[in-house]
């Protein structure tokens, strides 16, 4: 703007303009609606938090997380950390939470892995097999997640036998109402170190996917990737197998008593949890793939397939980098659904950071704190995954002239 | 001279008989290729192992009959009977038996309303009081004490009203406070927009089953001593607060799909905030984002499920209470299915209705 003139006509009416009224003058008045709004606000939470001061001291409930470092005196089901009911809250809830990131971690993994198949079957152009996924999206979309995980949880405990008649389909899995016992390989020194291969298998192969990347971009050659990562990632644990003589030990689950013995014991809460979240998380991530296949234009299949480029190479040059950045960030907030919607376990009683802080607080009246705790960790898994997002979303945005 | 007509010029030649008609659908979409036809073969195979029996569990062995829990442990198929025989407390909780053609009344009421709503030659003004008048009369039937209606305590309510009330209820209150909040987060105040930011994310983080604890254990502790707050109401609010997070991103989202241009115009007429989006943004941003507001319906509708956690007499809960009776133990499959038909029937015609809406409001735009 140019410089106030200094115009004699205009002059007083500079001056006026000056002298406007702070009300209304949109800057000040917007300082003003603001200091109203937090005003309300602090007077609310001022409100709040005074009543239930007053309200905790009547009842002579302590405040603080003082209590963690009690003795819990309650059993959990299942842990991943050693715990008995002598441990502490704290421990308790941290096997809670541990339980949580389990669940949600396996059933991320097999939703992906599901959704991604049906997403793709829905586009199929075999009819059947495109109808039959339309109906499984339709329908598992449409059913509560928590019936659903009622319904699994009925199925296991209600129809299954009892572990003496359990289901024996083949050999190292059981079948009862007390869960699933299944063989895992025994724990002797070969397999460890075929784990190690793997580990190296899968580290080798993100070496070789950037240096691939690399050497095209530099030169234009395209190295089989897919291929060699998996020989490799397949190959390495499979030569040390070998190497230690192809050992074929099993730690096989036994009935001894009234349960199984050995092998690994996957309870049914655990498993009607998973069926629930991965059936009904599926279904969702299944119309997200859809979408993300079908946002990606025909013309691009086609000016890569006129460029002579082999249909994977179609795939996986054109479509797939053009439909992931559609398809990433709906997905993300799937998956955080479905670690949120883990928080159902409490209604089957599986001991996840929710149904563990529950019983926390009804042992201890602590609700404040207890609520208080659930809602931080969710937080944490939210704003933790947002914040990927962001810095994934930034490093694959379209570049725009 | 014989006159020049295309037909006689040549007969056309029909396509060969494989690749129209049944056949060539056949052909075309269920065996094109060596994997297409495996997997269609594939499908077949597991249907018919599946299907007969299915429906002979379903149907053909079935018990249906009201009362008849011993012909069901007899049975080899489904026992309808945990349904037929307990449908009235299953749809209506504690309500009086005597009373129960009030919430059916109500429930026909809500139908209707909804039905009505969904034809948009009736989106007027006047809906909004037809909803008004509507609401206030489904409370009256359900709570009564007035028109000799016999009153009915709030903690009586079950089954699907209290559902459908929840859901129905939670997006109406939900909907100012979404747009609000969704405001909010536009303004270009800072304090404004952080604290709407805050709420929308902090909302959005948390699963809704910690603001059911929330309401049903720390709420009564919010309030001054001797102030109670019914239980439904509580788990009412923690619905309300948590879907309007939602509908603030829905809203956001069709907040910015409106150009720059409109603000302009209306700031030139010389409308002020208010003016401007009430009369020039709110009723083109809230038309398009209408289909995704009904698929938050649907999740509200589904997620009002959670209240059995917290002991509310909703749909689940009451199915659940039918099936610890020791006479019904065990046939928790069957009442889960006669449930999730249920969902699954309300869920399916609003999503269908989603997008049927859709594509006939995208219709102005594809020209």
Redesign the interface.
Known sequence: MDKPSTHTANGPYLKEIEKVPFWLDPKKRAWVYQFFVFCMVGLLAYYLVSNTILNLKRQHIATGFGFLHKEASFEIGESLIPYSAASTYGRALLVGALNTIKVSFIGIIITLILGTMIGVARLSSNWLVSKLAGFYIEVMQDIPVLLQLFFWYAIFYETLPSPRQALHPFNGLFLSNRGVALAVPAAIPAYKYMLLAFIAGCVAAYFLRKWARKRQERTGKIFPVFLTSTAMILGFPLIVWVAFGAPIQMNIPKLSGFNFKGGIMLTPEFIALLTGLVLYTSAFVAEVVRAGIQSVSKGQREAAMALGLKPPYVLNLVILPQAMRVIIPPLTSQMLNLTKNSSLAVAIGFPDFVSVANTCINQTGQAVEGVALIMAVYLIFSLSTSLFMNWYNKKTALVER | MEEYTPEAAYSPMKPPITHTGVIGWIKK??F?GYL?SL??LG??FVFYKIIPPFIRWAFLDSVWCPDCAGACRKAAGACWSVVTSNIRFIIFGFYPYSQQWRPLIAMLLLFGLIYYSSKRENWRKSLIYIWAIGLFVMGTLMKGGIFGLVPVESTKWGGLPLTLLLSVFGLTAAYPLGVILALGRRS?????RW?SIIYI??I???????LL??AS??F??????GVTINKILRAQVAIILFTAAYIAEVVRGGLQGISKGQYEAAESLGLNYVLTMRLVILPQALKIVIPPTVSIL?SAF??T??V??IALWDL?KTT?SVLSHPKWM?F??EA??F??IL??L???SM?NYSRKLERELSQGEQR
């Open positions: 979409n269920l094109n297409n997997l269609t499908i077949l270009k105040m800072p304090g404004i604290l994310e902090l959005r983080g948390v699963p809704l089953i910690s604890f929330m254990i720390i009564p502790l919010f309030l001054p001593e649907i589904k997620d499920s959670l059995v956690i689940m659940q065990g928790s499959p889960y299915i449930l999730a969902y699954f309300g869920c399916f999503s």
